[in-house]
């Protein structure tokens, strides 16, 4: 999803990307004694109810967001109180950032200890997907842990969410160990209906970084792995 699109999706509510309660593979994988003492960061964060459930048990949760309106629904809808501070919008110990993610520096977001994304990797078209591995790569430093959703179909569309599998995933994160701890096919998510898809999987992955990735290693891997299994 471009960026202009992703602020339009909001402002026209068209926003079935956004799940009404925690995700399962948040509950099954990111326990509460899993998250003590940790920093979440979560992408493209929308107003998801996951960041309720980060900040009960974490020490930390940040999150950016760059639709003003989706933070102020975030805040209305969970009845939290919020300081807004420049650009942050801080609730204890969460703070959400209202700005493009692709402006964000790592001396704003601090000290990650565990990237979560649900539906930021699947929402990008190719180039903004290479964008996004690269910065994310300057947000996060070797042994930061990442769980990783992306949905696996067919036939495949050129549109958010895009049809991502696991053999990309291995092509995207050159520089990660990857545990692949969810393939379920889900037959009857709303996808399949709306678009006569023959199948529809929802992968997991639980990854820590191991080192640093240039910018030009990021992008062939990226490239093959699109190209290859597309």
């Known amino acids: 999803m471009e960026k202009q699109a992703w602020a339009e999706s909001w402002e026209d509510s068209n926003t079935r990307f956004h799940r009404q309660d925690v995700h399962p593979y948040v509950l099954k994988h990111l326990t509460p004694f899993a998250l003590m003492e940790k920093s979440i960061f979560v992408p493209l964060c929308g ?12 020490e930390r949760v940040v999150g950016v967001e760059k639709v003003e309106k989706v933070i102020l629904q975030f805040f209305a809808e969970n009845q939290l109180a919020y300081e807004k501070v420049g650009e942050r ?62 949905l696996e179909y067919a036939p495949a ?55 640093d990735a240039s910018y030009a290693s990021l992008r062939e891997s990226a490239n093959r792995s699109f190209y290859e299994f597309s």
Do not use: W
């Open 89 to 150: 919008y801080i609730s204890n110990n969460l703070t959400i950032f209202c700005k493009d993610l692709f402006a964000l520096t790592p001396e704003e977001v601090g000290e990650i200890d565990l990237v979560y994304d649900r539906a930021s990797l699947v929402a990008l078209p190719l180039p903004l997907r290479v964008a996004y591995l690269q910065k994310m790569e300057t947000l996060t430093a070797p042994g930061t842990e990442y769980f990783l959703n992306t």
């Open 47 to 58: 107003r998801s109810l996951d960041l309720v459930y980060f900040s009960q048990f974490a």
């Open 157 to 211: 569309m050129n549109t958010a969410p895009f049809s991502i599998a696991p053999e990309e995933v291995y092509g995207y994160f050159p520089n990660y160990v990857i545990k692949h701890v969810e393939s379920p096919e889900v037959s009857h998510h709303r996808l399949i209906r709306k678009f006569n898809l023959h199948f529809l999987r929802e992968h997991g992955f639980m990854m820590r970084k191991l080192h």
